[in-house]
Every structure is written in C-alpha cells, then in structure tokens.
Nanobody, 125 residues
C-alpha cells in the first residue's frame, strides 16, 4: 500500500493551496480517507475525512468553511483544497486510509491504518 502526497508549499496568509494524495494497493472505494496535520508543538490532528459516500465528509472546526476534501474513486486520488489559509494552518499534512468495514469513518489518527510521508504547508503572515 502506498500513499503519496503532493502540493504543499509556502504561501502568504489568505492564499490557497491544493494538496493531492495518490493511493495504490488497496480497494480505494472501500476505504475511509482523511487528511491530518501535525506540527512539532502539537499532536497529529484531524483536518478532514471523506467517507465512502460522496456526501459523507467531516471537517475539523478549525478548517470548516475554508477547506474542501474530495475523492476520485476512478483515479484513486484524495484532494484537499485549502483556501483562506492563515499561519495557524502551518503544519505537515498527511493523507491516511482505513477500511470502512466498521460502517462509519473514524476521526482519530490512531484509527487509521495507512499513512503517507506528508507534505509541508507553511503560511506566513
């Protein structure tokens, strides 16, 4: 199983970035997919989750209304469109996957089985 993130970079506050994750080696459509983020000062935290249904998305309060998660089951990709970025969004962003066999998608990082290497997002004021 491989998860490969891309799209990170440095932007000024108010700017936008789009992260992408290509996932291989698992039955993509049967997995909950998520974006999490982490800094040296904080534990890995939820960004957004995309469930196996098109409309089943969950966002952390801190990103709600600014970030949009989307998945393409035909291309095995997971995207995160990030708008109105602020310095508090600076972090390493990771995509993650876990089987949806439980019937609902978990929200905690510890519940996710597969992880990418991460892509750095830096937002300057």
């Amino acid at each position: 199983v491989q998860l490969a993130e891309s799209g990170g970079g440095s932007v000024h506050a108010g700017g936008s970035l789009k992260l992408s994750c290509v996932i291989s080696g698992l039955p993509f459509a049967d997995y909950c997919l998520g974006w999490f983020r982490q800094t040296p000062e904080m534990e890995r935290e939820l960004g957004a989750i995309a469930g196996i249904d098109d409309d089943s998305t969950t966002y952390a309060d801190s990103v709600k209304g600014r970030f949009t998660i989307s998945r393409d089951n035909a291309k095995n990709t997971l995207d995160l469109q990030m708008n109105s970025l602020n310095p508090e969004d600076t972090a390493m962003y990771y995509c993650a996957a876990v089987s949806a066999a439980a019937g609902h998608c978990m929200l905690l990082p510890g519940d996710y089985t597969y992880w990418g290497q991460g892509t750095q997002v830096t937002v300057s004021s």
